[in-house]
């Protein structure tokens, strides 16, 4: 157990240290003063002073920040040297279009972490597998598939459900993805290729208790091993990150939809996987580092104030109407979004805690 624990904050510090180090370099390169780089929260643990940076371990392995000039001068825990900077060393005195870089930097580094990772993995490996399309294969008898009719050879083109929330899956793991964030209300539909004709299906999953999870009963041919060399290892190393944040969006979309919600996991299910990861080997564990790389890159970009994502759509509106937005709405996005996260973190921590009792 205590491996595990270690292991966990090993990846949560590395991801969320290079997410914030990406910020750091940004900055610098563009000279925005820098009073703190900090990795973890709460009170600290080590410190050294450089040049112009503190730079400070502190003791929560949950999160870091990069405290640059004019970016939040009004909190009272950084500490800023007395001197004056110039206008030009802030945050808010940079072009828009470096702040932009600025704040999409620690994405960007998220995604560098993924890709060397993924591209090790396969290297070391030689081999990678590769999603069968979505055709059926087989169909398990009484299941609702065989009974709306579905046949092995069918291509489906696309699936959706009665709130209007679709795909057009390029994968079978695509449409098990999709499938998986069924939530028990209605029907899904497929549009259906067999032969020369299209079919409309629809149908009701059913809840298997054994799997704790809606199923359809359709399965698809196998995955294809194929051979990775130093030739085409990037080409599978993006196509693997592309699914996986393929299926990150699609489960952000779906939340937005109010589809999936009771499969995202909070920092109790991260660390029950990270204990299955471990279990399989150095692989397994890099694997889901990666994966949560990812992840954490993607749930950045969304578009609330207070992620990347939602600071680089402010600066563009700053860039649209010529001028910063309103201070007093600015701080008003910025509480509503606070406690739109806070809400999600409390029910996914919840959700973890019933999953582990029950």
């Avoid at 940004?26 to 112009?52: H, T």
């Avoid at 503190?54 to 640059?68: Q, S």
């Amino acid at each position: 157990m205590l491996k595990t624990i270690l292991l966990f904050v090993i990846m949560l510090v590395a991801i969320l240290t290079i997410h914030e180090f990406g910020h750091f370099v940004a900055a610098k390169a563009f000279g925005v003063y820098c009073y703190e780089f900090s990795i973890g929260m709460g009170p600290k643990l080590y410190e050294r002073k450089g040049k112009e940076t503190k730079f400070c371990i502190r003791t929560l392995p949950i999160g870091g920040y990069v405290a640059m000039a004019g970016d939040d001068d009004s909190n009272p825990d950084i500490e800023k040297p007395e001197i004056e900077i110039p206008k030009e060393r802030t945050l808010p005195g940079i072009a828009p279009l470096k702040r932009i870089v600025v704040m999409a930097a620690g994405v960007i580094m998220n995604f560098v972490l993924a890709i060397v990772i993924v591209s090790i993995i396969f290297l070391s490996n030689g081999v990678t597998t590769e999603a069968p399309k979505p055709v059926i294969d087989k169909i398990t008898e009484g299941m609702p598939a065989q009974n709306a009719g579905l046949e092995k050879g069918d291509l489906i083109k696309k699936a959706y459900l009665e709130n209007g929330y679709s795909i057009s899956p390029k994968s079978f793991e695509e449409l098990s993805t999709f499938l998986s964030l069924y939530d028990g209300k209605g029907n899904i539909t497929f549009e259906v290729q067999r032969d020369e004709e299209n079919l409309i299906i629809r149908m009701k999953p059913v809840f298997d208790e054994t799997e704790q999870r809606y199923l359809v009963g359709i399965q698809s041919t196998g995955y294809e091993v194929v051979e990775v060399n130093g030739s085409n290892f990037l080409k599978y190393t993006f196509d693997y990150i592309g699914e996986i944040l393929k299926f990150t969006v699609m489960t952000l979309i779906g939340l937005f939809r109010g589809v999936g919600l009771n499969n995202v996991s909070g920092p109790i299910g991260i660390y029950q996987v990270t204990e299955e990861a471990v279990s399989y080997g150095i692989s397994s564990y890099l694997s889901l580092i990666a994966l949560i790389s990812i992840n954490v890159a993607a749930f950045n970009l969304v578009p609330l104030p207070i992620f990347d994502g939602g600071r680089i759509l402010l600066t563009i509106i700053e860039m649209v109407i010529g001028r910063p937005l309103n201070k007093k709405a600015e701080t008003a996005i910025m509480t509503a979004s606070l406690a739109v996260i806070l809400m999600l973190v409390i029910y996914t921590t919840f959700n973890d805690i019933i999953k582990v009792l029950f």
